[in-house]
């Protein structure tokens, strides 16, 4: 027990190991845009103070993107989706695995699943004592299941989900204009130096180097965002991208797909005034989403009306469909 602490100890330290060389990149390219470009090689005043407060404004939104994407927690299924202690102790008690699957039947007449594992049974998670909602996924890593799983991503540390997607688009994005606007208007100078009409001194090693870096980053940084662009305008998930989820009907690769505006909308709110501020905005609660189909939400009231079964201030269920659900449907045991 004590060793296994000690690597899981050893494994999160490590984790950071990303993180710290992003930060330590950017620090470093804070100090010679910063000082070595704009204080002590641009001559130009006016010039200096715009490329110092445009600087600033990409840096600021830069860090709070990434701020945000690292330590926002990742969203978890509540607890209608848990079992609870008489389920969880009815489920441990029963020795017979038909009957255990049973009482998972039961439990999942109340939730508003759409989704299936490749075998056609309802997903439930063995190490969280979870039934999965649709487009949760187990992370090995983070250890829990997580809502509208994308990826766990080591140069965040975090698992990219429902919580934090949002973030994790804007931190690519203002990336990208991070790295653009140093590229841009390092550009002349760097020229200047590789020519020799400027002198050699310190700055022309990081004017030099800020160049190649932040053009190196953008390339990479431009087919990232990219390709999670086309996710977003499909709806999918890095893992939807990989693995179609499977409905009642099979897999559908577009059973999500509502329309580009709408699954805009989905990640980033209505309010298009903070599509570009790293504010949490996302509708819905993680648990449920529209499908393109929505003829099999209508033969399910409570799955036609999300808030049918949200839980009610005292904790109590509003209320329970058991006659919607096929009793012929299986579990899945996932670890």
């Known amino acids: 027990m004590a060793l296994s602490r000690g690597l899981r100890c050893c494994q999160r330290v490590f984790s950071w190991i990303p993180v710290l060389i992003i930060t330590a990149v950017v620090l470093w390219s804070y100090y010679a845009y910063v000082f070595e470009l704009c204080l002590f ?26 701020w945000k994407s ?14 609870s202690y008489s389920d969880k102790q009815r489920y441990e008690m029963e020795d017979r695995p038909d009957a255990q699957k049973q009482i ?45 799983m994308d990826h766990h991503c080591p140069w965040v ?7 934090n997607y949002k973030f994790f688009l804007l931190f690519l994005a203002y990336s990208m204009v991070y790295c653009i606007f140093i590229a841009a208007t390092v550009f002349q100078y760097f020229l200047k130096f590789w020519e ?3 002198p050699n001194g310190p700055a022309k090693f990081h004017v030099l180097f800020l160049m190649f870096v932040a053009l190196m980053f953008f390339v990479s940084l431009m087919f990232l965002f990219g390709y999670h662009c086309w996710l977003v305008a499909k709806n999918r998930s890095t893992l939807e991208a990989f693995s179609a989820p499977v409905f009642a009907n099979g897999p559908d690769k577009n059973g999500f797909n509502v329309g580009t505006r709408r699954n805009l909308e989905q990640v980033f709110g209505e309010n298009r ?3 570009f501020i790293p504010v949490f ?3 819905g609660n993680g648990h449920y989403f529209a499908l393109k ?26 209320g329970s469909l058991a006659e919607h659900v096929d009793p012929s449907v299986t579990i899945e045991m996932e670890e």
Request: aromatic share 10%.
């Open 70 to 83: 690292i330590f926002t927690p990742p969203a978890s299924p509540c607890k209608k989706f848990q079992l």
């Open 196 to 198: 020799g009409v400027l």
């Open 273 to 275: 005034r903070l599509w």
């Open 157 to 163: 540390n975090n698992c990219v989900g429902f919580s």
């Open 104 to 148: 998972l039947v039961e439990i999942a007449k109340k939730l508003p699943i759409f989704t299936r594992a490749q075998s056609g049974a309802i997903r439930f998670c063995d190490r969280c004592q979870v039934l999965k909602p649709d487009r949760c996924h187990h992370c090995s890593v983070c250890e829990m299941c997580v809502l509208k």
């Open 293 to 318: 189909n929505r003829s099999s939400e209508s033969q399910n009231p409570l799955l036609a009306n999300e808030d049918m079964w949200e839980e009610s201030d005292d904790g109590s269920e509003e």
């Open 41 to 66: 090689t641009i001559t130009n005043t006016l010039e200096k103070v715009a490329y110092l407060l445009l600087f600033h404004v990409c840096f600021v939104m830069f860090s709070w993107t990434y």
């Open 281 to 283: 905005t996302s509708q």
